[in-house]
């Protein structure tokens, strides 16, 4: 038995800290800190300073500055870089982190290693980091000592609630690694639903963005990069635009822009100008329609051709995972099978071929308006005639989306 007091006192602190706090009050801290790190990296690194998407007050700035500081070691620059690189370069080799040319268990497991090499680029920093803050504070103290914050929070952990303050440091450095390099880096690139058909593999991860702050919704983030809200459907939720609207309120931010959600009104009578304006702002939505149409289209076609003709069916039938994708997601084993699908069916070649074309509405960065007015007339007027259901109800659509 331990007689002398200093080490009795020692061991009492160690067992207690100063707080001598409950089990359950220490995981309600860990839970609330963890949390606001999230929301810190969400309305602060993500959507204000890589996007641009709102404007904050100084107060919320730097407050939000000194939290990511202490909990995560991140410097502001880097993680803004590194993340716009992402988007400029998605899916490529040039990706610091998809799971589609990485692997998804490279990223799911060494996702903060693969942040942390391209934070060694200097040329990433340098071309993707403008725009961020470099004031004396951020030379002299959050990018200059970067580690010495997480060690500052080691020591109040420890100060706070003894030994076990341990465990509640170790959560706070994991949550970011595993949550946003792992899960969001990775499984936001992998494996979800999608609303938008943009040109990249992002998912939304759960239509509730509440534990990592809204950034389960990355198909909608990826769709519409500088948007200040995540959310997209009626049933979808963002905790992270929640606390933006409540910082708006207080007058503390200032929202720069949303994606636009598409209305709809009485068709127009013939495509023109506003058309092709609210066809381009919604082409992801109108993509994921035809993709939908496609799927169905696929759906319909095996169904009869199953009695009659059962290897032209079965053929269909090996088609229906990845047909309704975008023309880019095919492998090449796809594309060779395109030929003999559009000999068993007239109704998908035409689907396919005519996806094409109109995705050249949106591309054809040289053209005037009045050429692409003329380009979208046209291929609304193939489509009705076509005698294809699929490709006369997106015409239809195309004409009753509201002006953008």
């Not at 998407?53 to 502001?76: E, I, K, N, Q, Y």
């Not at 979800?192 to 759960?206: H, I, M």
């Not at 929202?255 to 127009?268: D, G, I, M």
């Amino acid at each position: 038995m331990i007689e002398h007091p200093v080490v009795r006192a020692v061991l009492g602190f160690l067992d207690t800290g100063l707080l001598d706090a409950s089990g359950w009050q220490i995981v309600a801290y860990t839970l609330l800190t963890t949390h606001v790190t999230i929301a810190a990296v969400t309305v602060y690194l993500h959507r204000c300073q890589a996007h641009r998407a709102l404007d904050l007050h100084p107060v919320v700035s730097h407050f939000f500055r000194g939290w990511l500081w202490l909990t995560t070691g991140m410097v502001t620059k880097e993680w803004a870089a590194i993340h716009r690189k992402h988007h400029a370069k998605c899916e490529t080799a040039e990706d610091p982190h998809s799971p589609q040319t990485r692997g998804i268990r490279k990223v799911l497991l060494e996702g903060t290693e693969l942040y942390r090499e391209e934070a060694k680029n200097r040329e990433t920093i340098q071309k993707y980091g403008h725009g961020t803050p470099d004031d004396w504070v951020e030379r002299n103290v959050y990018a200059r000592y970067s580690v010495l914050g997480v060690y500052v929070t080691l020591v109040l952990d420890v100060l706070l609630f003894g030994a076990i303050g341990l465990t509640v440091f170790a959560i706070q450095m994991l949550w970011i690694p595993v949550t946003a390099a792992g899960v969001i880096n990775g499984i936001g690139h992998w494996w979800g639903y999608r609303n938008f058909d943009s040109p990249d593999a992002a998912t939304n991860v759960l239509p509730w963005g509440i534990l990592i702050g809204g950034e389960e919704l990355h198909n909608n983030h990826h769709a519409f990069a500088s948007s200040a809200k995540l959310s997209n459907r009626w049933y979808e939720f963002d905790i992270g635009w929640m606390y933006i609207r409540i910082l708006q309120m207080l007058g503390l931010a200032t929202v720069r822009k949303v994606a636009p959600v598409p209305k709809f009104t009485a068709p127009r009578a013939a495509v023109d100008l506003q058309t092709l304006q609210a066809v381009i702002a919604h082409r992801y939505d109108l993509m994921a329609a035809y993709g939908k149409s496609l799927a169905q289209a696929c759906s319909e076609e095996i169904a009869r051709l199953r009695a009659a003709r059962p290897a032209d069916a079965s053929l269909i039938q090996s088609s229906r995972r990845w047909l309704h994708l975008d023309a880019t997601k095919w492998t090449e084993q796809n594309k060779a099978k395109l030929a003999d699908i559009f000999a068993v069916s007239d109704r998908l070649k035409k689907l396919v071929e005519m996806r094409a074309e109109l995705a050249a509405t949106w591309e054809r960065s040289n053209a005037t308006p009045d050429k692409l007015v003329a380009h979208l007339q046209d291929w609304c007027a193939r489509a009705e005639a076509s005698g294809v259901r699929s490709l006369q109800e997106l015409a239809l659509r195309m004409r009753r989306y509201a002006a953008a």
